[in-house]
């Protein structure tokens, strides 16, 4: 009866002697994981390093087919034959337009004054030109070298009118002239007597002058030689 009582009893595992060469292992935390470092490749010792830029072709079975197609494929870094590059096109059709859209002004050196009478009325976009004092039947001159395109009696408000034809579409307007001494199609030097100044235009003997770049009005002062 002692004994069964005996076997009955819990077990107090802390008193008992610790078993020989089974000592448990201490518990050590599992480190952070570390950061993944880049891939390096190092070169072989004495091979230089080679950057590339482009993707990595795939890899095809060495034939005779295979070669001749390699050989016969364009370069990826030069443009096709026969095609100038993006950059070239684009700068050219960049100054093709810019020369289209900017007007090509005369040199001065090419221009002389249609008459020595001063500015009595000054460019506007209402008036289209600028009016020269002076007397009736002083010269009026060719401000350029050119060819008349018309000689006689203008639109209303003109007059008597001479207009010229010259160099990078540019045309000169002589207005309410007394007398006109130059035909349609005649070629013209610059300071050549055209017509005779009138005063149609006011109550004063006057020129009205004009120049216009591919038919719209500009100062002419802009291409006359300063006084």
Not at 37 to 53: D, I, N
């Amino acid at each position: 009866m002692r004994s069964a009582a005996i076997e009955s009893r819990p077990i107090d595992t802390r008193t008992l002697p610790p078993v020989t060469g089974s000592s448990p292992a201490p518990v050590v935390a599992s480190p952070p994981p570390a950061t993944a470092a880049p891939a390096l490749t190092q070169p072989a010792t004495g091979a230089a390093t080679t950057t590339r830029s482009e993707p990595r072709g795939t890899k095809v079975p060495y034939s005779d087919a295979a070669l001749a197609d390699m050989k016969s494929a364009p370069s990826m870094g030069a443009p096709a034959p026969g095609r100038a590059p993006e950059a070239a096109t684009a700068g050219a059709a960049t100054a093709a337009s810019a020369a289209g859209a900017a007007p090509t002004r005369a040199p001065d050196a090419e221009w002389g004054w249609p008459t020595n009478g001063k500015v009595v009325q000054g460019f506007a976009e209402s008036t289209k030109g600028i009016a020269l004092g002076g007397s009736s039947g002083d010269p009026v001159l060719a401000a350029a070298e050119g060819k008349v395109i018309f000689s006689g009696n203008g639109p209303r408000g003109y007059g008597n009118l001479v207009i010229v034809k010259h160099a990078n579409d540019l045309l000169s307007v002589y207005a309410h002239n007394r007398t006109l001494v130059v035909k349609e199609g005649q070629m013209v030097k610059r300071g050549q007597k055209i017509a005779e100044l009138g005063e149609s235009g006011g109550a004063t003997p006057r020129l009205h002058f004009e120049i216009r770049q591919q038919g719209k009005p500009i100062d002419p002062t802009t291409v006359l030689p300063k006084r």
